[in-house]
């Protein structure tokens, strides 16, 4: 049995450490092939841990906090918990690197310290969203760029396509992932320059099974299992799907009390309904997002996550060293590389 080793900033998040060593003891106890070394202040570490079972302490003095400069931060808090989980990434003492804490920074370690897979222009930023009336597929979609890059270019969403396909293959298990490019419209001459520029080269490679342009309002319909925009888009998108859903949610449960008794009776007896629909809407089982194009995965859930998204979180990144992704796209980086030498 390979074990999978995880960096863990213990002291990222607004619960930090105690969710997410929370998040890490269930892991470590439901798969045998998971072994943490946490980074983060021993004294608050060690005595939320009963058994030290394939679980390191690697103490750090500082600690990188939501308000801090995202660059600066990574450059002058050498000893904090996010750069020296970093540097294990770096170093291959560790498979990936996993965080709660500030987005910013985290990506900017990703980038300074993980370092980027040889060829790729601008690693990207992986959701992984709900489609709530799936006929086909896994239930879910995935958005790519979803904030790492407030601009983009074609180049890097052609990029964002393939590194969606892998991803896709390889860990949610789609043989031939439907890959759709966020628009403003669906005909292939709607769009930016930059949309129009990008649909061309994605559907130029035919190794892409390109839906084409597809609509934010489809978007939970599953009308593609991969999603490419660039990260302004991406991110506005994201919030408005993550905020709808909390509305939603919320408006729902108004409606039932101001029923009266009536209401709350039809509530009870549609409460299975109600059970499935909230668990379709809870992003904590999809795991958390993904700087995809780094040399190894770095993975980032929500600030406020508590230890079951933590959970779930550490078993996509299971998922994705298992799958191989990193690898299996460098690899056929390398291989375009070189029929490109050979042409020339």
Do not use: W
Request: aromatic share 4%.
């Amino acid at each position: 049995m390979i074990l999978v080793k995880i960096a863990v900033d213990a002291m990222g998040g607004d619960n930090a450490p105690k969710t997410v060593v929370e998040g890490v003891l269930r892991a470590r106890d439901e798969f045998a092939d998971l072994e943490f070394c946490l980074y983060g202040d021993e004294q608050q570490v060690k005595p939320l841990i009963d058994n030290m079972e394939r679980i390191e302490i690697i103490h750090t003095s500082e600690v990188i906090d939501m308000n801090d400069e995202p660059v600066k931060a990574i450059r002058r808090k050498k000893d904090s918990s996010m750069v020296q989980a970093a540097q294990a990434v770096k170093e291959n003492k560790a498979d990936a690197l996993f965080s709660c804490g500030n987005t910013g920074a985290l990506l900017t370690a990703g980038l300074l310290i993980v370092g980027r897979v040889k060829g790729v222009s601008r690693p990207g930023l992986l959701s992984t969203l709900p489609v709530l009336n799936a006929t086909s597929g896994d239930g879910r979609f995935n958005l790519l760029d979803s904030g790492a890059n407030a601009d983009g270019k074609p180049e890097q969403l052609y990029q964002y396509a393939l590194l969606g396909k892998y991803y896709a293959q390889n860990v949610r298990g789609l043989a031939n992932p439907r890959i759709g490019l966020l628009n403003n419209g669906t005909e292939p001459h709607k769009g930016s320059k930059l949309t129009l520029e990008a649909h061309q080269l994605i559907a130029a490679d035919d190794s892409i099974n390109f839906v084409g342009n597809v609509e934010a309002r489809d978007l939970l319909t599953g009308v593609c299992d991969v999603v490419v925009a660039d990260g302004f888009t991406g991110n506005a998108v994201l919030k408005a799907i993550e905020g709808t859903a909390s509305a939603t949610l919320h408006l729902l449960k108004d409606a039932i009390m101001a029923a009266g008794v009536s209401g709350k009776l039809g509530a009870l007896m549609l409460k299975p309904v109600f059970k499935e629909l909230k668990g379709k809407l809870d992003q904590s089982q999809y795991g958390g997002a993904v700087l995809l194009g780094a040399k190894a995965p770095v993975v980032k859930a929500h600030g406020a996550s508590d230890a079951k998204t933590v959970y779930y979180t550490l078993k996509q990144i299971r998922e994705i060293v298992a799958g191989q992704v990193v690898e299996k796209f460098s690899a056929y980086l390398e291989q375009q590389r070189s029929e490109q030498t050979e042409n020339n």
